[in-house]
Nanobody, 114 residues
Framework: QGQLVESGGGLVQAGGSLRLSCVASGSIFSYTMGWYRQAPGKSRELVAE???????KYADSVKGRFTISRDNAENTVDLQMNSLKLDDTGVYYC?????????WGQGTQVTVSS
């Protein structure tokens, strides 16, 4: 797979929106792509993932607010985050996986303020 590079994180007020983007150095065509996050003092958790066939899965806490999408031609996966809450704060990581092998990006910080 190669390298995954995330971008788009930042500071936003509660109720606002951010769009995260992850670009892969290789083709993502046959890979499951996902976004995970890790809040301070907590374990890394799945936020959303999108399968190679376009099927999606979301954490209950973000359903209806976040949307994951992929562009196989551009080797990118995006996460549109709306109605952000304080609990959405954390480092967001991009992951690609296939046949039990996973690659991770370096993460991008999202901070939601009141």
């Amino acid at each position: 797979q190669g390298q995954l590079v995330e971008s788009g994180g930042g500071l936003v007020q509660a109720g606002g929106s951010l769009r995260l983007s992850c670009v892969a150095s290789g083709s993502i065509f046959s890979y499951t792509m996902g976004w995970y996050r890790q809040a301070p003092g907590k374990s890394r958790e799945l936020v959303a993932e999108i399968l190679s066939d376009g099927g999606t899965k979301y954490a209950d806490s973000v359903k209806g607010r976040f949307t994951i999408s992929r562009d196989n031609a551009e080797n990118t996966v995006d996460l549109q985050m709306n109605s952000l809450k304080l609990d959405d704060t954390g480092v967001y990581y991009c992951k690609s996986s296939t046949w039990g092998i996973a690659w991770w990006g370096q993460g991008t910080q999202v901070t939601v303020s009141s």
